[in-house]
């Protein structure tokens, strides 16, 4: 099988439908003379002379006769193989994808994302599944389908990128905090007391380095790992949670939000995928589905 020409089984399938040396190399885009070696291949090939001549026209052997529709059909199925995929009909598809993801992305988007899939495709589950550091072994491997993060400087290279949002670092308080009332320099800010968010339970980050460039100091008094856990303390408590801003929306109703009084730049949160689900159709159609829940 290893020396076998499967561009003969196109030929041999065209040559057993036309019945003609002309016709087939016409339709094949071949010169007659082309052709006629196709068939002295087929004809070596397969030991059969498979068209013979009968007055001025070729008719078929009979085993020619007896593997027309067996080409045929590998012909198309190879057609089907070779086709670009298509839109499946998402109303009858049924099927999972794990979206690796934080609690708080989940908590902000999830709902939205959960309700618009559910319209368009009713069989497909999403499973959310924790994301306790930035390894992207489970991409490469297939376990997770699509998993969101801040775009960072160590992303990993074979990964595809979409942007989804950008965001900024805001603090918030509970109402009625002292904070709340009047301006907020970087030393009314500083001189609470803090909760510093840390999945590796580090105290200082990127707020307490833009603290240090003003000479200033803030002090933490407890350390989470997540933003969720920060703003439930900051809500009953005088603790300043200090979170993103559109990553946390829905978890800071009710509560005094403000601008941080220091210089800190934007981050830009995206969707990652591995290039194995590029082109799946469905899996575009999900990616589509998460970029306009993000942007609205």
């Known amino acids: 099988m290893s020396g076998s020409d499967f561009n003969l089984l196109l030929t041999l399938d065209v040559l057993l439908s036309e019945g003609s040396v002309a016709r087939a190399a016409k339709r094949l885009r071949l010169s007659p003379s082309a052709m006629s070696r196709a068939l002295a291949r087929l004809r070596e090939t397969m030991g059969d002379p498979l068209l013979v001549r009968a007055g001025r026209g070729l008719v078929p052997t009979p085993r020619a006769l007896a593997l027309r529709e067996h080409v045929r059909e590998l012909v198309q199925q190879a057609e089907a193989v070779l086709r670009p995929a298509e839109q499946p009909d998402l109303s009858c598809l049924e099927r999972t994808f794990s979206l690796r993801t934080s609690e708080g992305f989940v908590e902000n988007f999830g709902a939205a994302l959960i309700a618009r899939v559910t319209e368009q495709a009713p069989g497909i589950r999403l499973c959310f599944v924790s994301k306790p550091d930035k390894d992207s072994t489970s991409l490469r ?41 009047g301006s907020i320099t970087p030393e009314r800010y500083a001189a609470g007391q803090h909760i510093s968010v840390s999945r590796r339970g580090l105290e200082n980050g990127p707020i307490d380095e833009a603290l240090h460039l003003l ?80 942007t609205q």
């Not at 992303?155 to 904070?179: M, W, Y």
């Open 141 to 181: 491997n297939g376990t997770v389908d699509l998993e969101t993060g801040v775009v960072g400087k160590t992303a990993c290279p074979e990964l595809l990128t979409q942007g989804l949002f950008r965001d900024r670092f805001i603090g918030v308080v509970r109402e009625g905090h002292p904070l709340s009332k």
């Open 215 to 294: 000479a200033l100091q803030r002090r933490a008094v407890t350390i989470v790992a997540g933003f969720s856990t920060a703003l439930a303390l900051a809500r009953s408590s005088d603790l300043i949670a200090s979170v993103p801003e559109r990553h946390t929306s829905a978890a800071r109703v009710g509560m005094y939000s403000f601008a941080l009084p220091l210089s800190l730049a934007h981050f830009s949160v995206a969707m990652f995928w591995h290039p194995r689900q590029d082109a799946d159709p469905v899996h575009q159609w999900l990616r589509g589905c998460l970029r306009e829940v993000c």
